[in-house]
């Protein structure tokens, strides 16, 4: 890490909780790499004081944040202007600086897209099906609109909430299902994408999908758990077992924070060193 002073330019993160993020190691080491005196911090803000917080970043000078949970739908009214994209997913978690003031856009599509765009897959015969509802779950639909997957399904707990967010996309058709109807469209599906928290540590044996569930896949299917800690979950192990196709969400971490920071610094980031970083900070955490 660069020696910190007066000179020293600030980048950060929100979000509630924030004590789990990896995003300083990956971040800072990128920095340190590139010769930046820069340096890159968590904040941990509750969401009555988020108006306060943005102003306060302001004043601070920091020259640009990332933004999660609680924080990446109710951030939009505080941005001076939000990206086509951010306002396409609905949901922001990258905000730079600009003459007009804070700008917001999304760097959760890039980052969840990456290694599936790595894969020959038949997306245009492809139905998916999103388990949550919140900011990822946008970036997620957004994602898989952009592919051409031909058919999405939402599930989530709350009826109202589940209905609103289908509501929320009118250039999109999206198939809810309560999520006790969760499991009964797998045989048709070939993505499966889990945006909630079930499964994160420290609450490793729970699941949102059981090993039942699963068998109803088709044998070519990919099921894609944002989740990284454990790393595999629940979810995932079940899959793997099955034979599945899988992926966590490290690969999501790494390249949303690399588009974030070419936002920052105007250079490429250096992706490699950064991975090396997460997977680092991962190990020292078992």
Request: aromatic letters at 8%; proline letters at 6%; a negative charge.
């Amino acid at each position: 890490m660069p020696k910190i002073s007066g000179h020293t330019q600030l980048l950060g993160v929100i979000g509630d909780p924030i004590a789990h993020t990896l995003s300083p190691a990956m971040h800072n080491a990128a920095l340190e790499h590139l010769g930046l005196n820069y340096v890159y911090v968590p904040f941990g803000v509750k969401s009555q004081q988020l108006g306060v917080a943005i102003a306060g970043l302001d004043a601070l000078n920091v020259v640009g944040f990332n933004v999660t949970i609680p924080h990446k739908e109710t951030i939009l009214p505080y941005l001076a202007d939000v990206s086509d994209l951010a306002q396409q997913v609905g949901a922001v978690n990258t905000v730079y600086r600009s003459e007009k003031g804070w700008v917001g856009t999304n760097t959760d599509v890039h980052g969840f897209l990456a290694p599936l765009r790595q894969q020959s897959y038949p997306w245009s015969e492809t139905a998916v099906l999103v388990l949550g509802y919140g900011g990822a779950a946008r970036a997620v639909v957004t994602a898989c609109y952009d592919l051409g997957c031909r058919q999405i399904y939402i599930s989530g707990r709350q009826g109202e909430r589940l209905e609103a967010f289908v509501a929320s996309w009118p250039q999109i058709t999206l198939h809810p299902l309560l999520w006790s109807e969760r499991a009964t469209c797998l045989e048709n599906v070939s993505l499966v994408v889990n945006t909630t928290p079930i499964g994160m540590s420290p609450h490793t044996s729970a699941t949102p999908l059981t090993a039942e569930d699963l068998a109803k896949l088709p044998a070519t299917a990919i099921v894609y758990d944002l989740i990284y800690k454990p790393r595999p979950t629940l979810l995932l192990q079940l899959a793997m077992a099955r034979g599945l196709q899988t992926f966590d969400g490290l690969a999501m971490l790494l390249h949303q924070g690399a588009a974030a920071l070419e936002y920052w610094i105007g250079q490429p980031a250096p992706t490699a060193i950064m991975a090396t970083a997460l997977e680092t900070a991962l190990g020292r955490e078992k």
